[in-house]
């Protein structure tokens, strides 16, 4: 390896950094925009289990679990696009988990923050029910 890559591989962050970053922006963008936090990084136990970023309360008591995406490009469609049916199913079974904790189960929906680009230059979309448990 030659000296160049190895600086650059000790100063490039990881995949995980870039997550949490990207999640913390996300987190930051909601709480701005009047949700409230309920939970960060809610997983099942167990092995194939799911897990949802972010849990939110919507002004009007939604409970609101949300998918942070983040792409530096819009190839292959970007965010948003790169969330498949399998990714979808896992959230919905991480969500059925956290609702069967809860002695009264408030209206919910799923929403995704799709980050596009790099860092705080990245382009926020949020889209408010992007899918539905059915």
Given at each position: ?134
């Amino acid at each position: 390896m030659s000296l160049f890559k190895s600086i650059a591989a000790k100063t490039s962050l990881t995949t995980k950094a870039v997550g949490d970053n990207g999640e913390e922006l996300a987190l930051r963008y909601l709480l701005k925009n009047g949700l409230m936090l309920v939970a960060r990084n809610f997983k099942t136990p167990g092995r194939g289990g799911g897990e949802v970023d972010l849990i939110m309360r919507a002004a009007d008591g939604t409970l609101v679990f949300v998918e942070v995406r983040q792409r530096s490009g819009s190839s292959h469609g970007g965010a948003a696009a790169s969330i498949s049916a399998t990714k979808r199913r896992r959230i919905i079974f991480a969500a059925q988990h956290y609702l069967s904790r809860l002695a009264r189960i408030p209206p919910c929906r799923f929403d995704v923050i799709a980050l596009q680009g790099k860092g705080s230059d990245a382009q926020i979309d949020w889209l408010q029910a992007a899918f539905d448990a059915s």
